[in-house]
């Protein structure tokens, strides 16, 4: 079966820092790939997908994800960080065969 | 606007009770998905529907049904059979059935809470 992890349970970047965060996922073929968002109490927002084509895809809220195949990894990036970008984010992977897998999140602070 | 709207957003429950979790969309999407959510864990499936009056198991639908009479509706029962039902439960559609990729789109959540 498929899996998705993310090394990263919390990380705390400063504000104006640049923050990556790393996904990898485990299947043979190239699933579509997901990047979501969830504010405390809330649903997940999608910041971004890639399905095929370019590999650097770029998202809402200044966000952009890169695939690389060799390291079956989707990392997502962002230049400058804002404090209103403190959430949880989720990779997520879908090989059209199973359902969504979801990784188990990475929780992002931002200090002042 | 279209949307997902979960109701309640808040729920407590006593041990051995039913409780029945609402989903409503007026996406027009087909399939529907239940998820379990607890700390550090990510998502967890519990059941998917992707057409009206068919649904199949997740990954842990066990304490757990559904129903899926029309196509905007597909709510959640928690059972008195689910051995540790404390969680935040999120209901998401799209619009994609399962041989075509697409996004899911989620609702607000449900936090449902045993006494």
């Known amino acids: 079966a498929q899996s998705v992890t993310q090394p990263d349970i919390h990380i705390t970047v400063s504000e104006g820092a640049s923050l990556e965060l790393r996904c990898n996922y485990s299947?043979?073929?190239?699933?579509?790939l997901f990047w979501y968002v969830q504010s405390p109490g809330q649903g997940l927002q999608l910041l971004l997908k890639y399905f095929s084509g370019d590999t650097l895809v770029q998202g809402i809220k200044g966000f952009e994800a890169e695939f690389k195949r060799s390291q079956s990894s989707f990392n997502l990036r962002k230049p400058s960080v804002h404090w209103s970008d403190a959430a949880e984010y989720f990779c997520a992977v879908d090989n059209l065969v199973q359902n969504f897998v979801f990784g188990p999140g990475t929780r992002l602070s931002v200090l002042p | 606007d279209g949307g997902i709207t979960q109701s309640p957003k808040y729920l407590f429950r006593k041990e051995g009770q039913n409780v029945t979790l609402s989903c409503e969309q007026n996406?027009?999407?087909?399939?529907m998905y239940w998820y379990r959510q607890d700390p550090g864990q990510g998502l967890r499936l519990i059941y998917y529907?992707?057409?009206?009056?068919?649904?199949q198991k997740g990954d842990i639908a066990e304490g757990y049904s559904v129903s899926r009479e029309k196509k905007e509706s597909f709510p959640l029962t928690v059972t008195s059979a689910q051995k540790n039902p404390t969680a935040f439960y999120l209901c998401a559609s799209t619009r994609e059935l399962k041989n075509s990729a697409g996004e899911l789109f989620f609702g607000e959540g449900s936090r449902l809470t045993v006494l």
């Open positions: 299947y043979g073929a190239t699933p579509y």
């Open positions: 529907s992707q057409i009206v009056n068919d649904f």
């Open positions: 996406l027009n999407h087909d399939a």
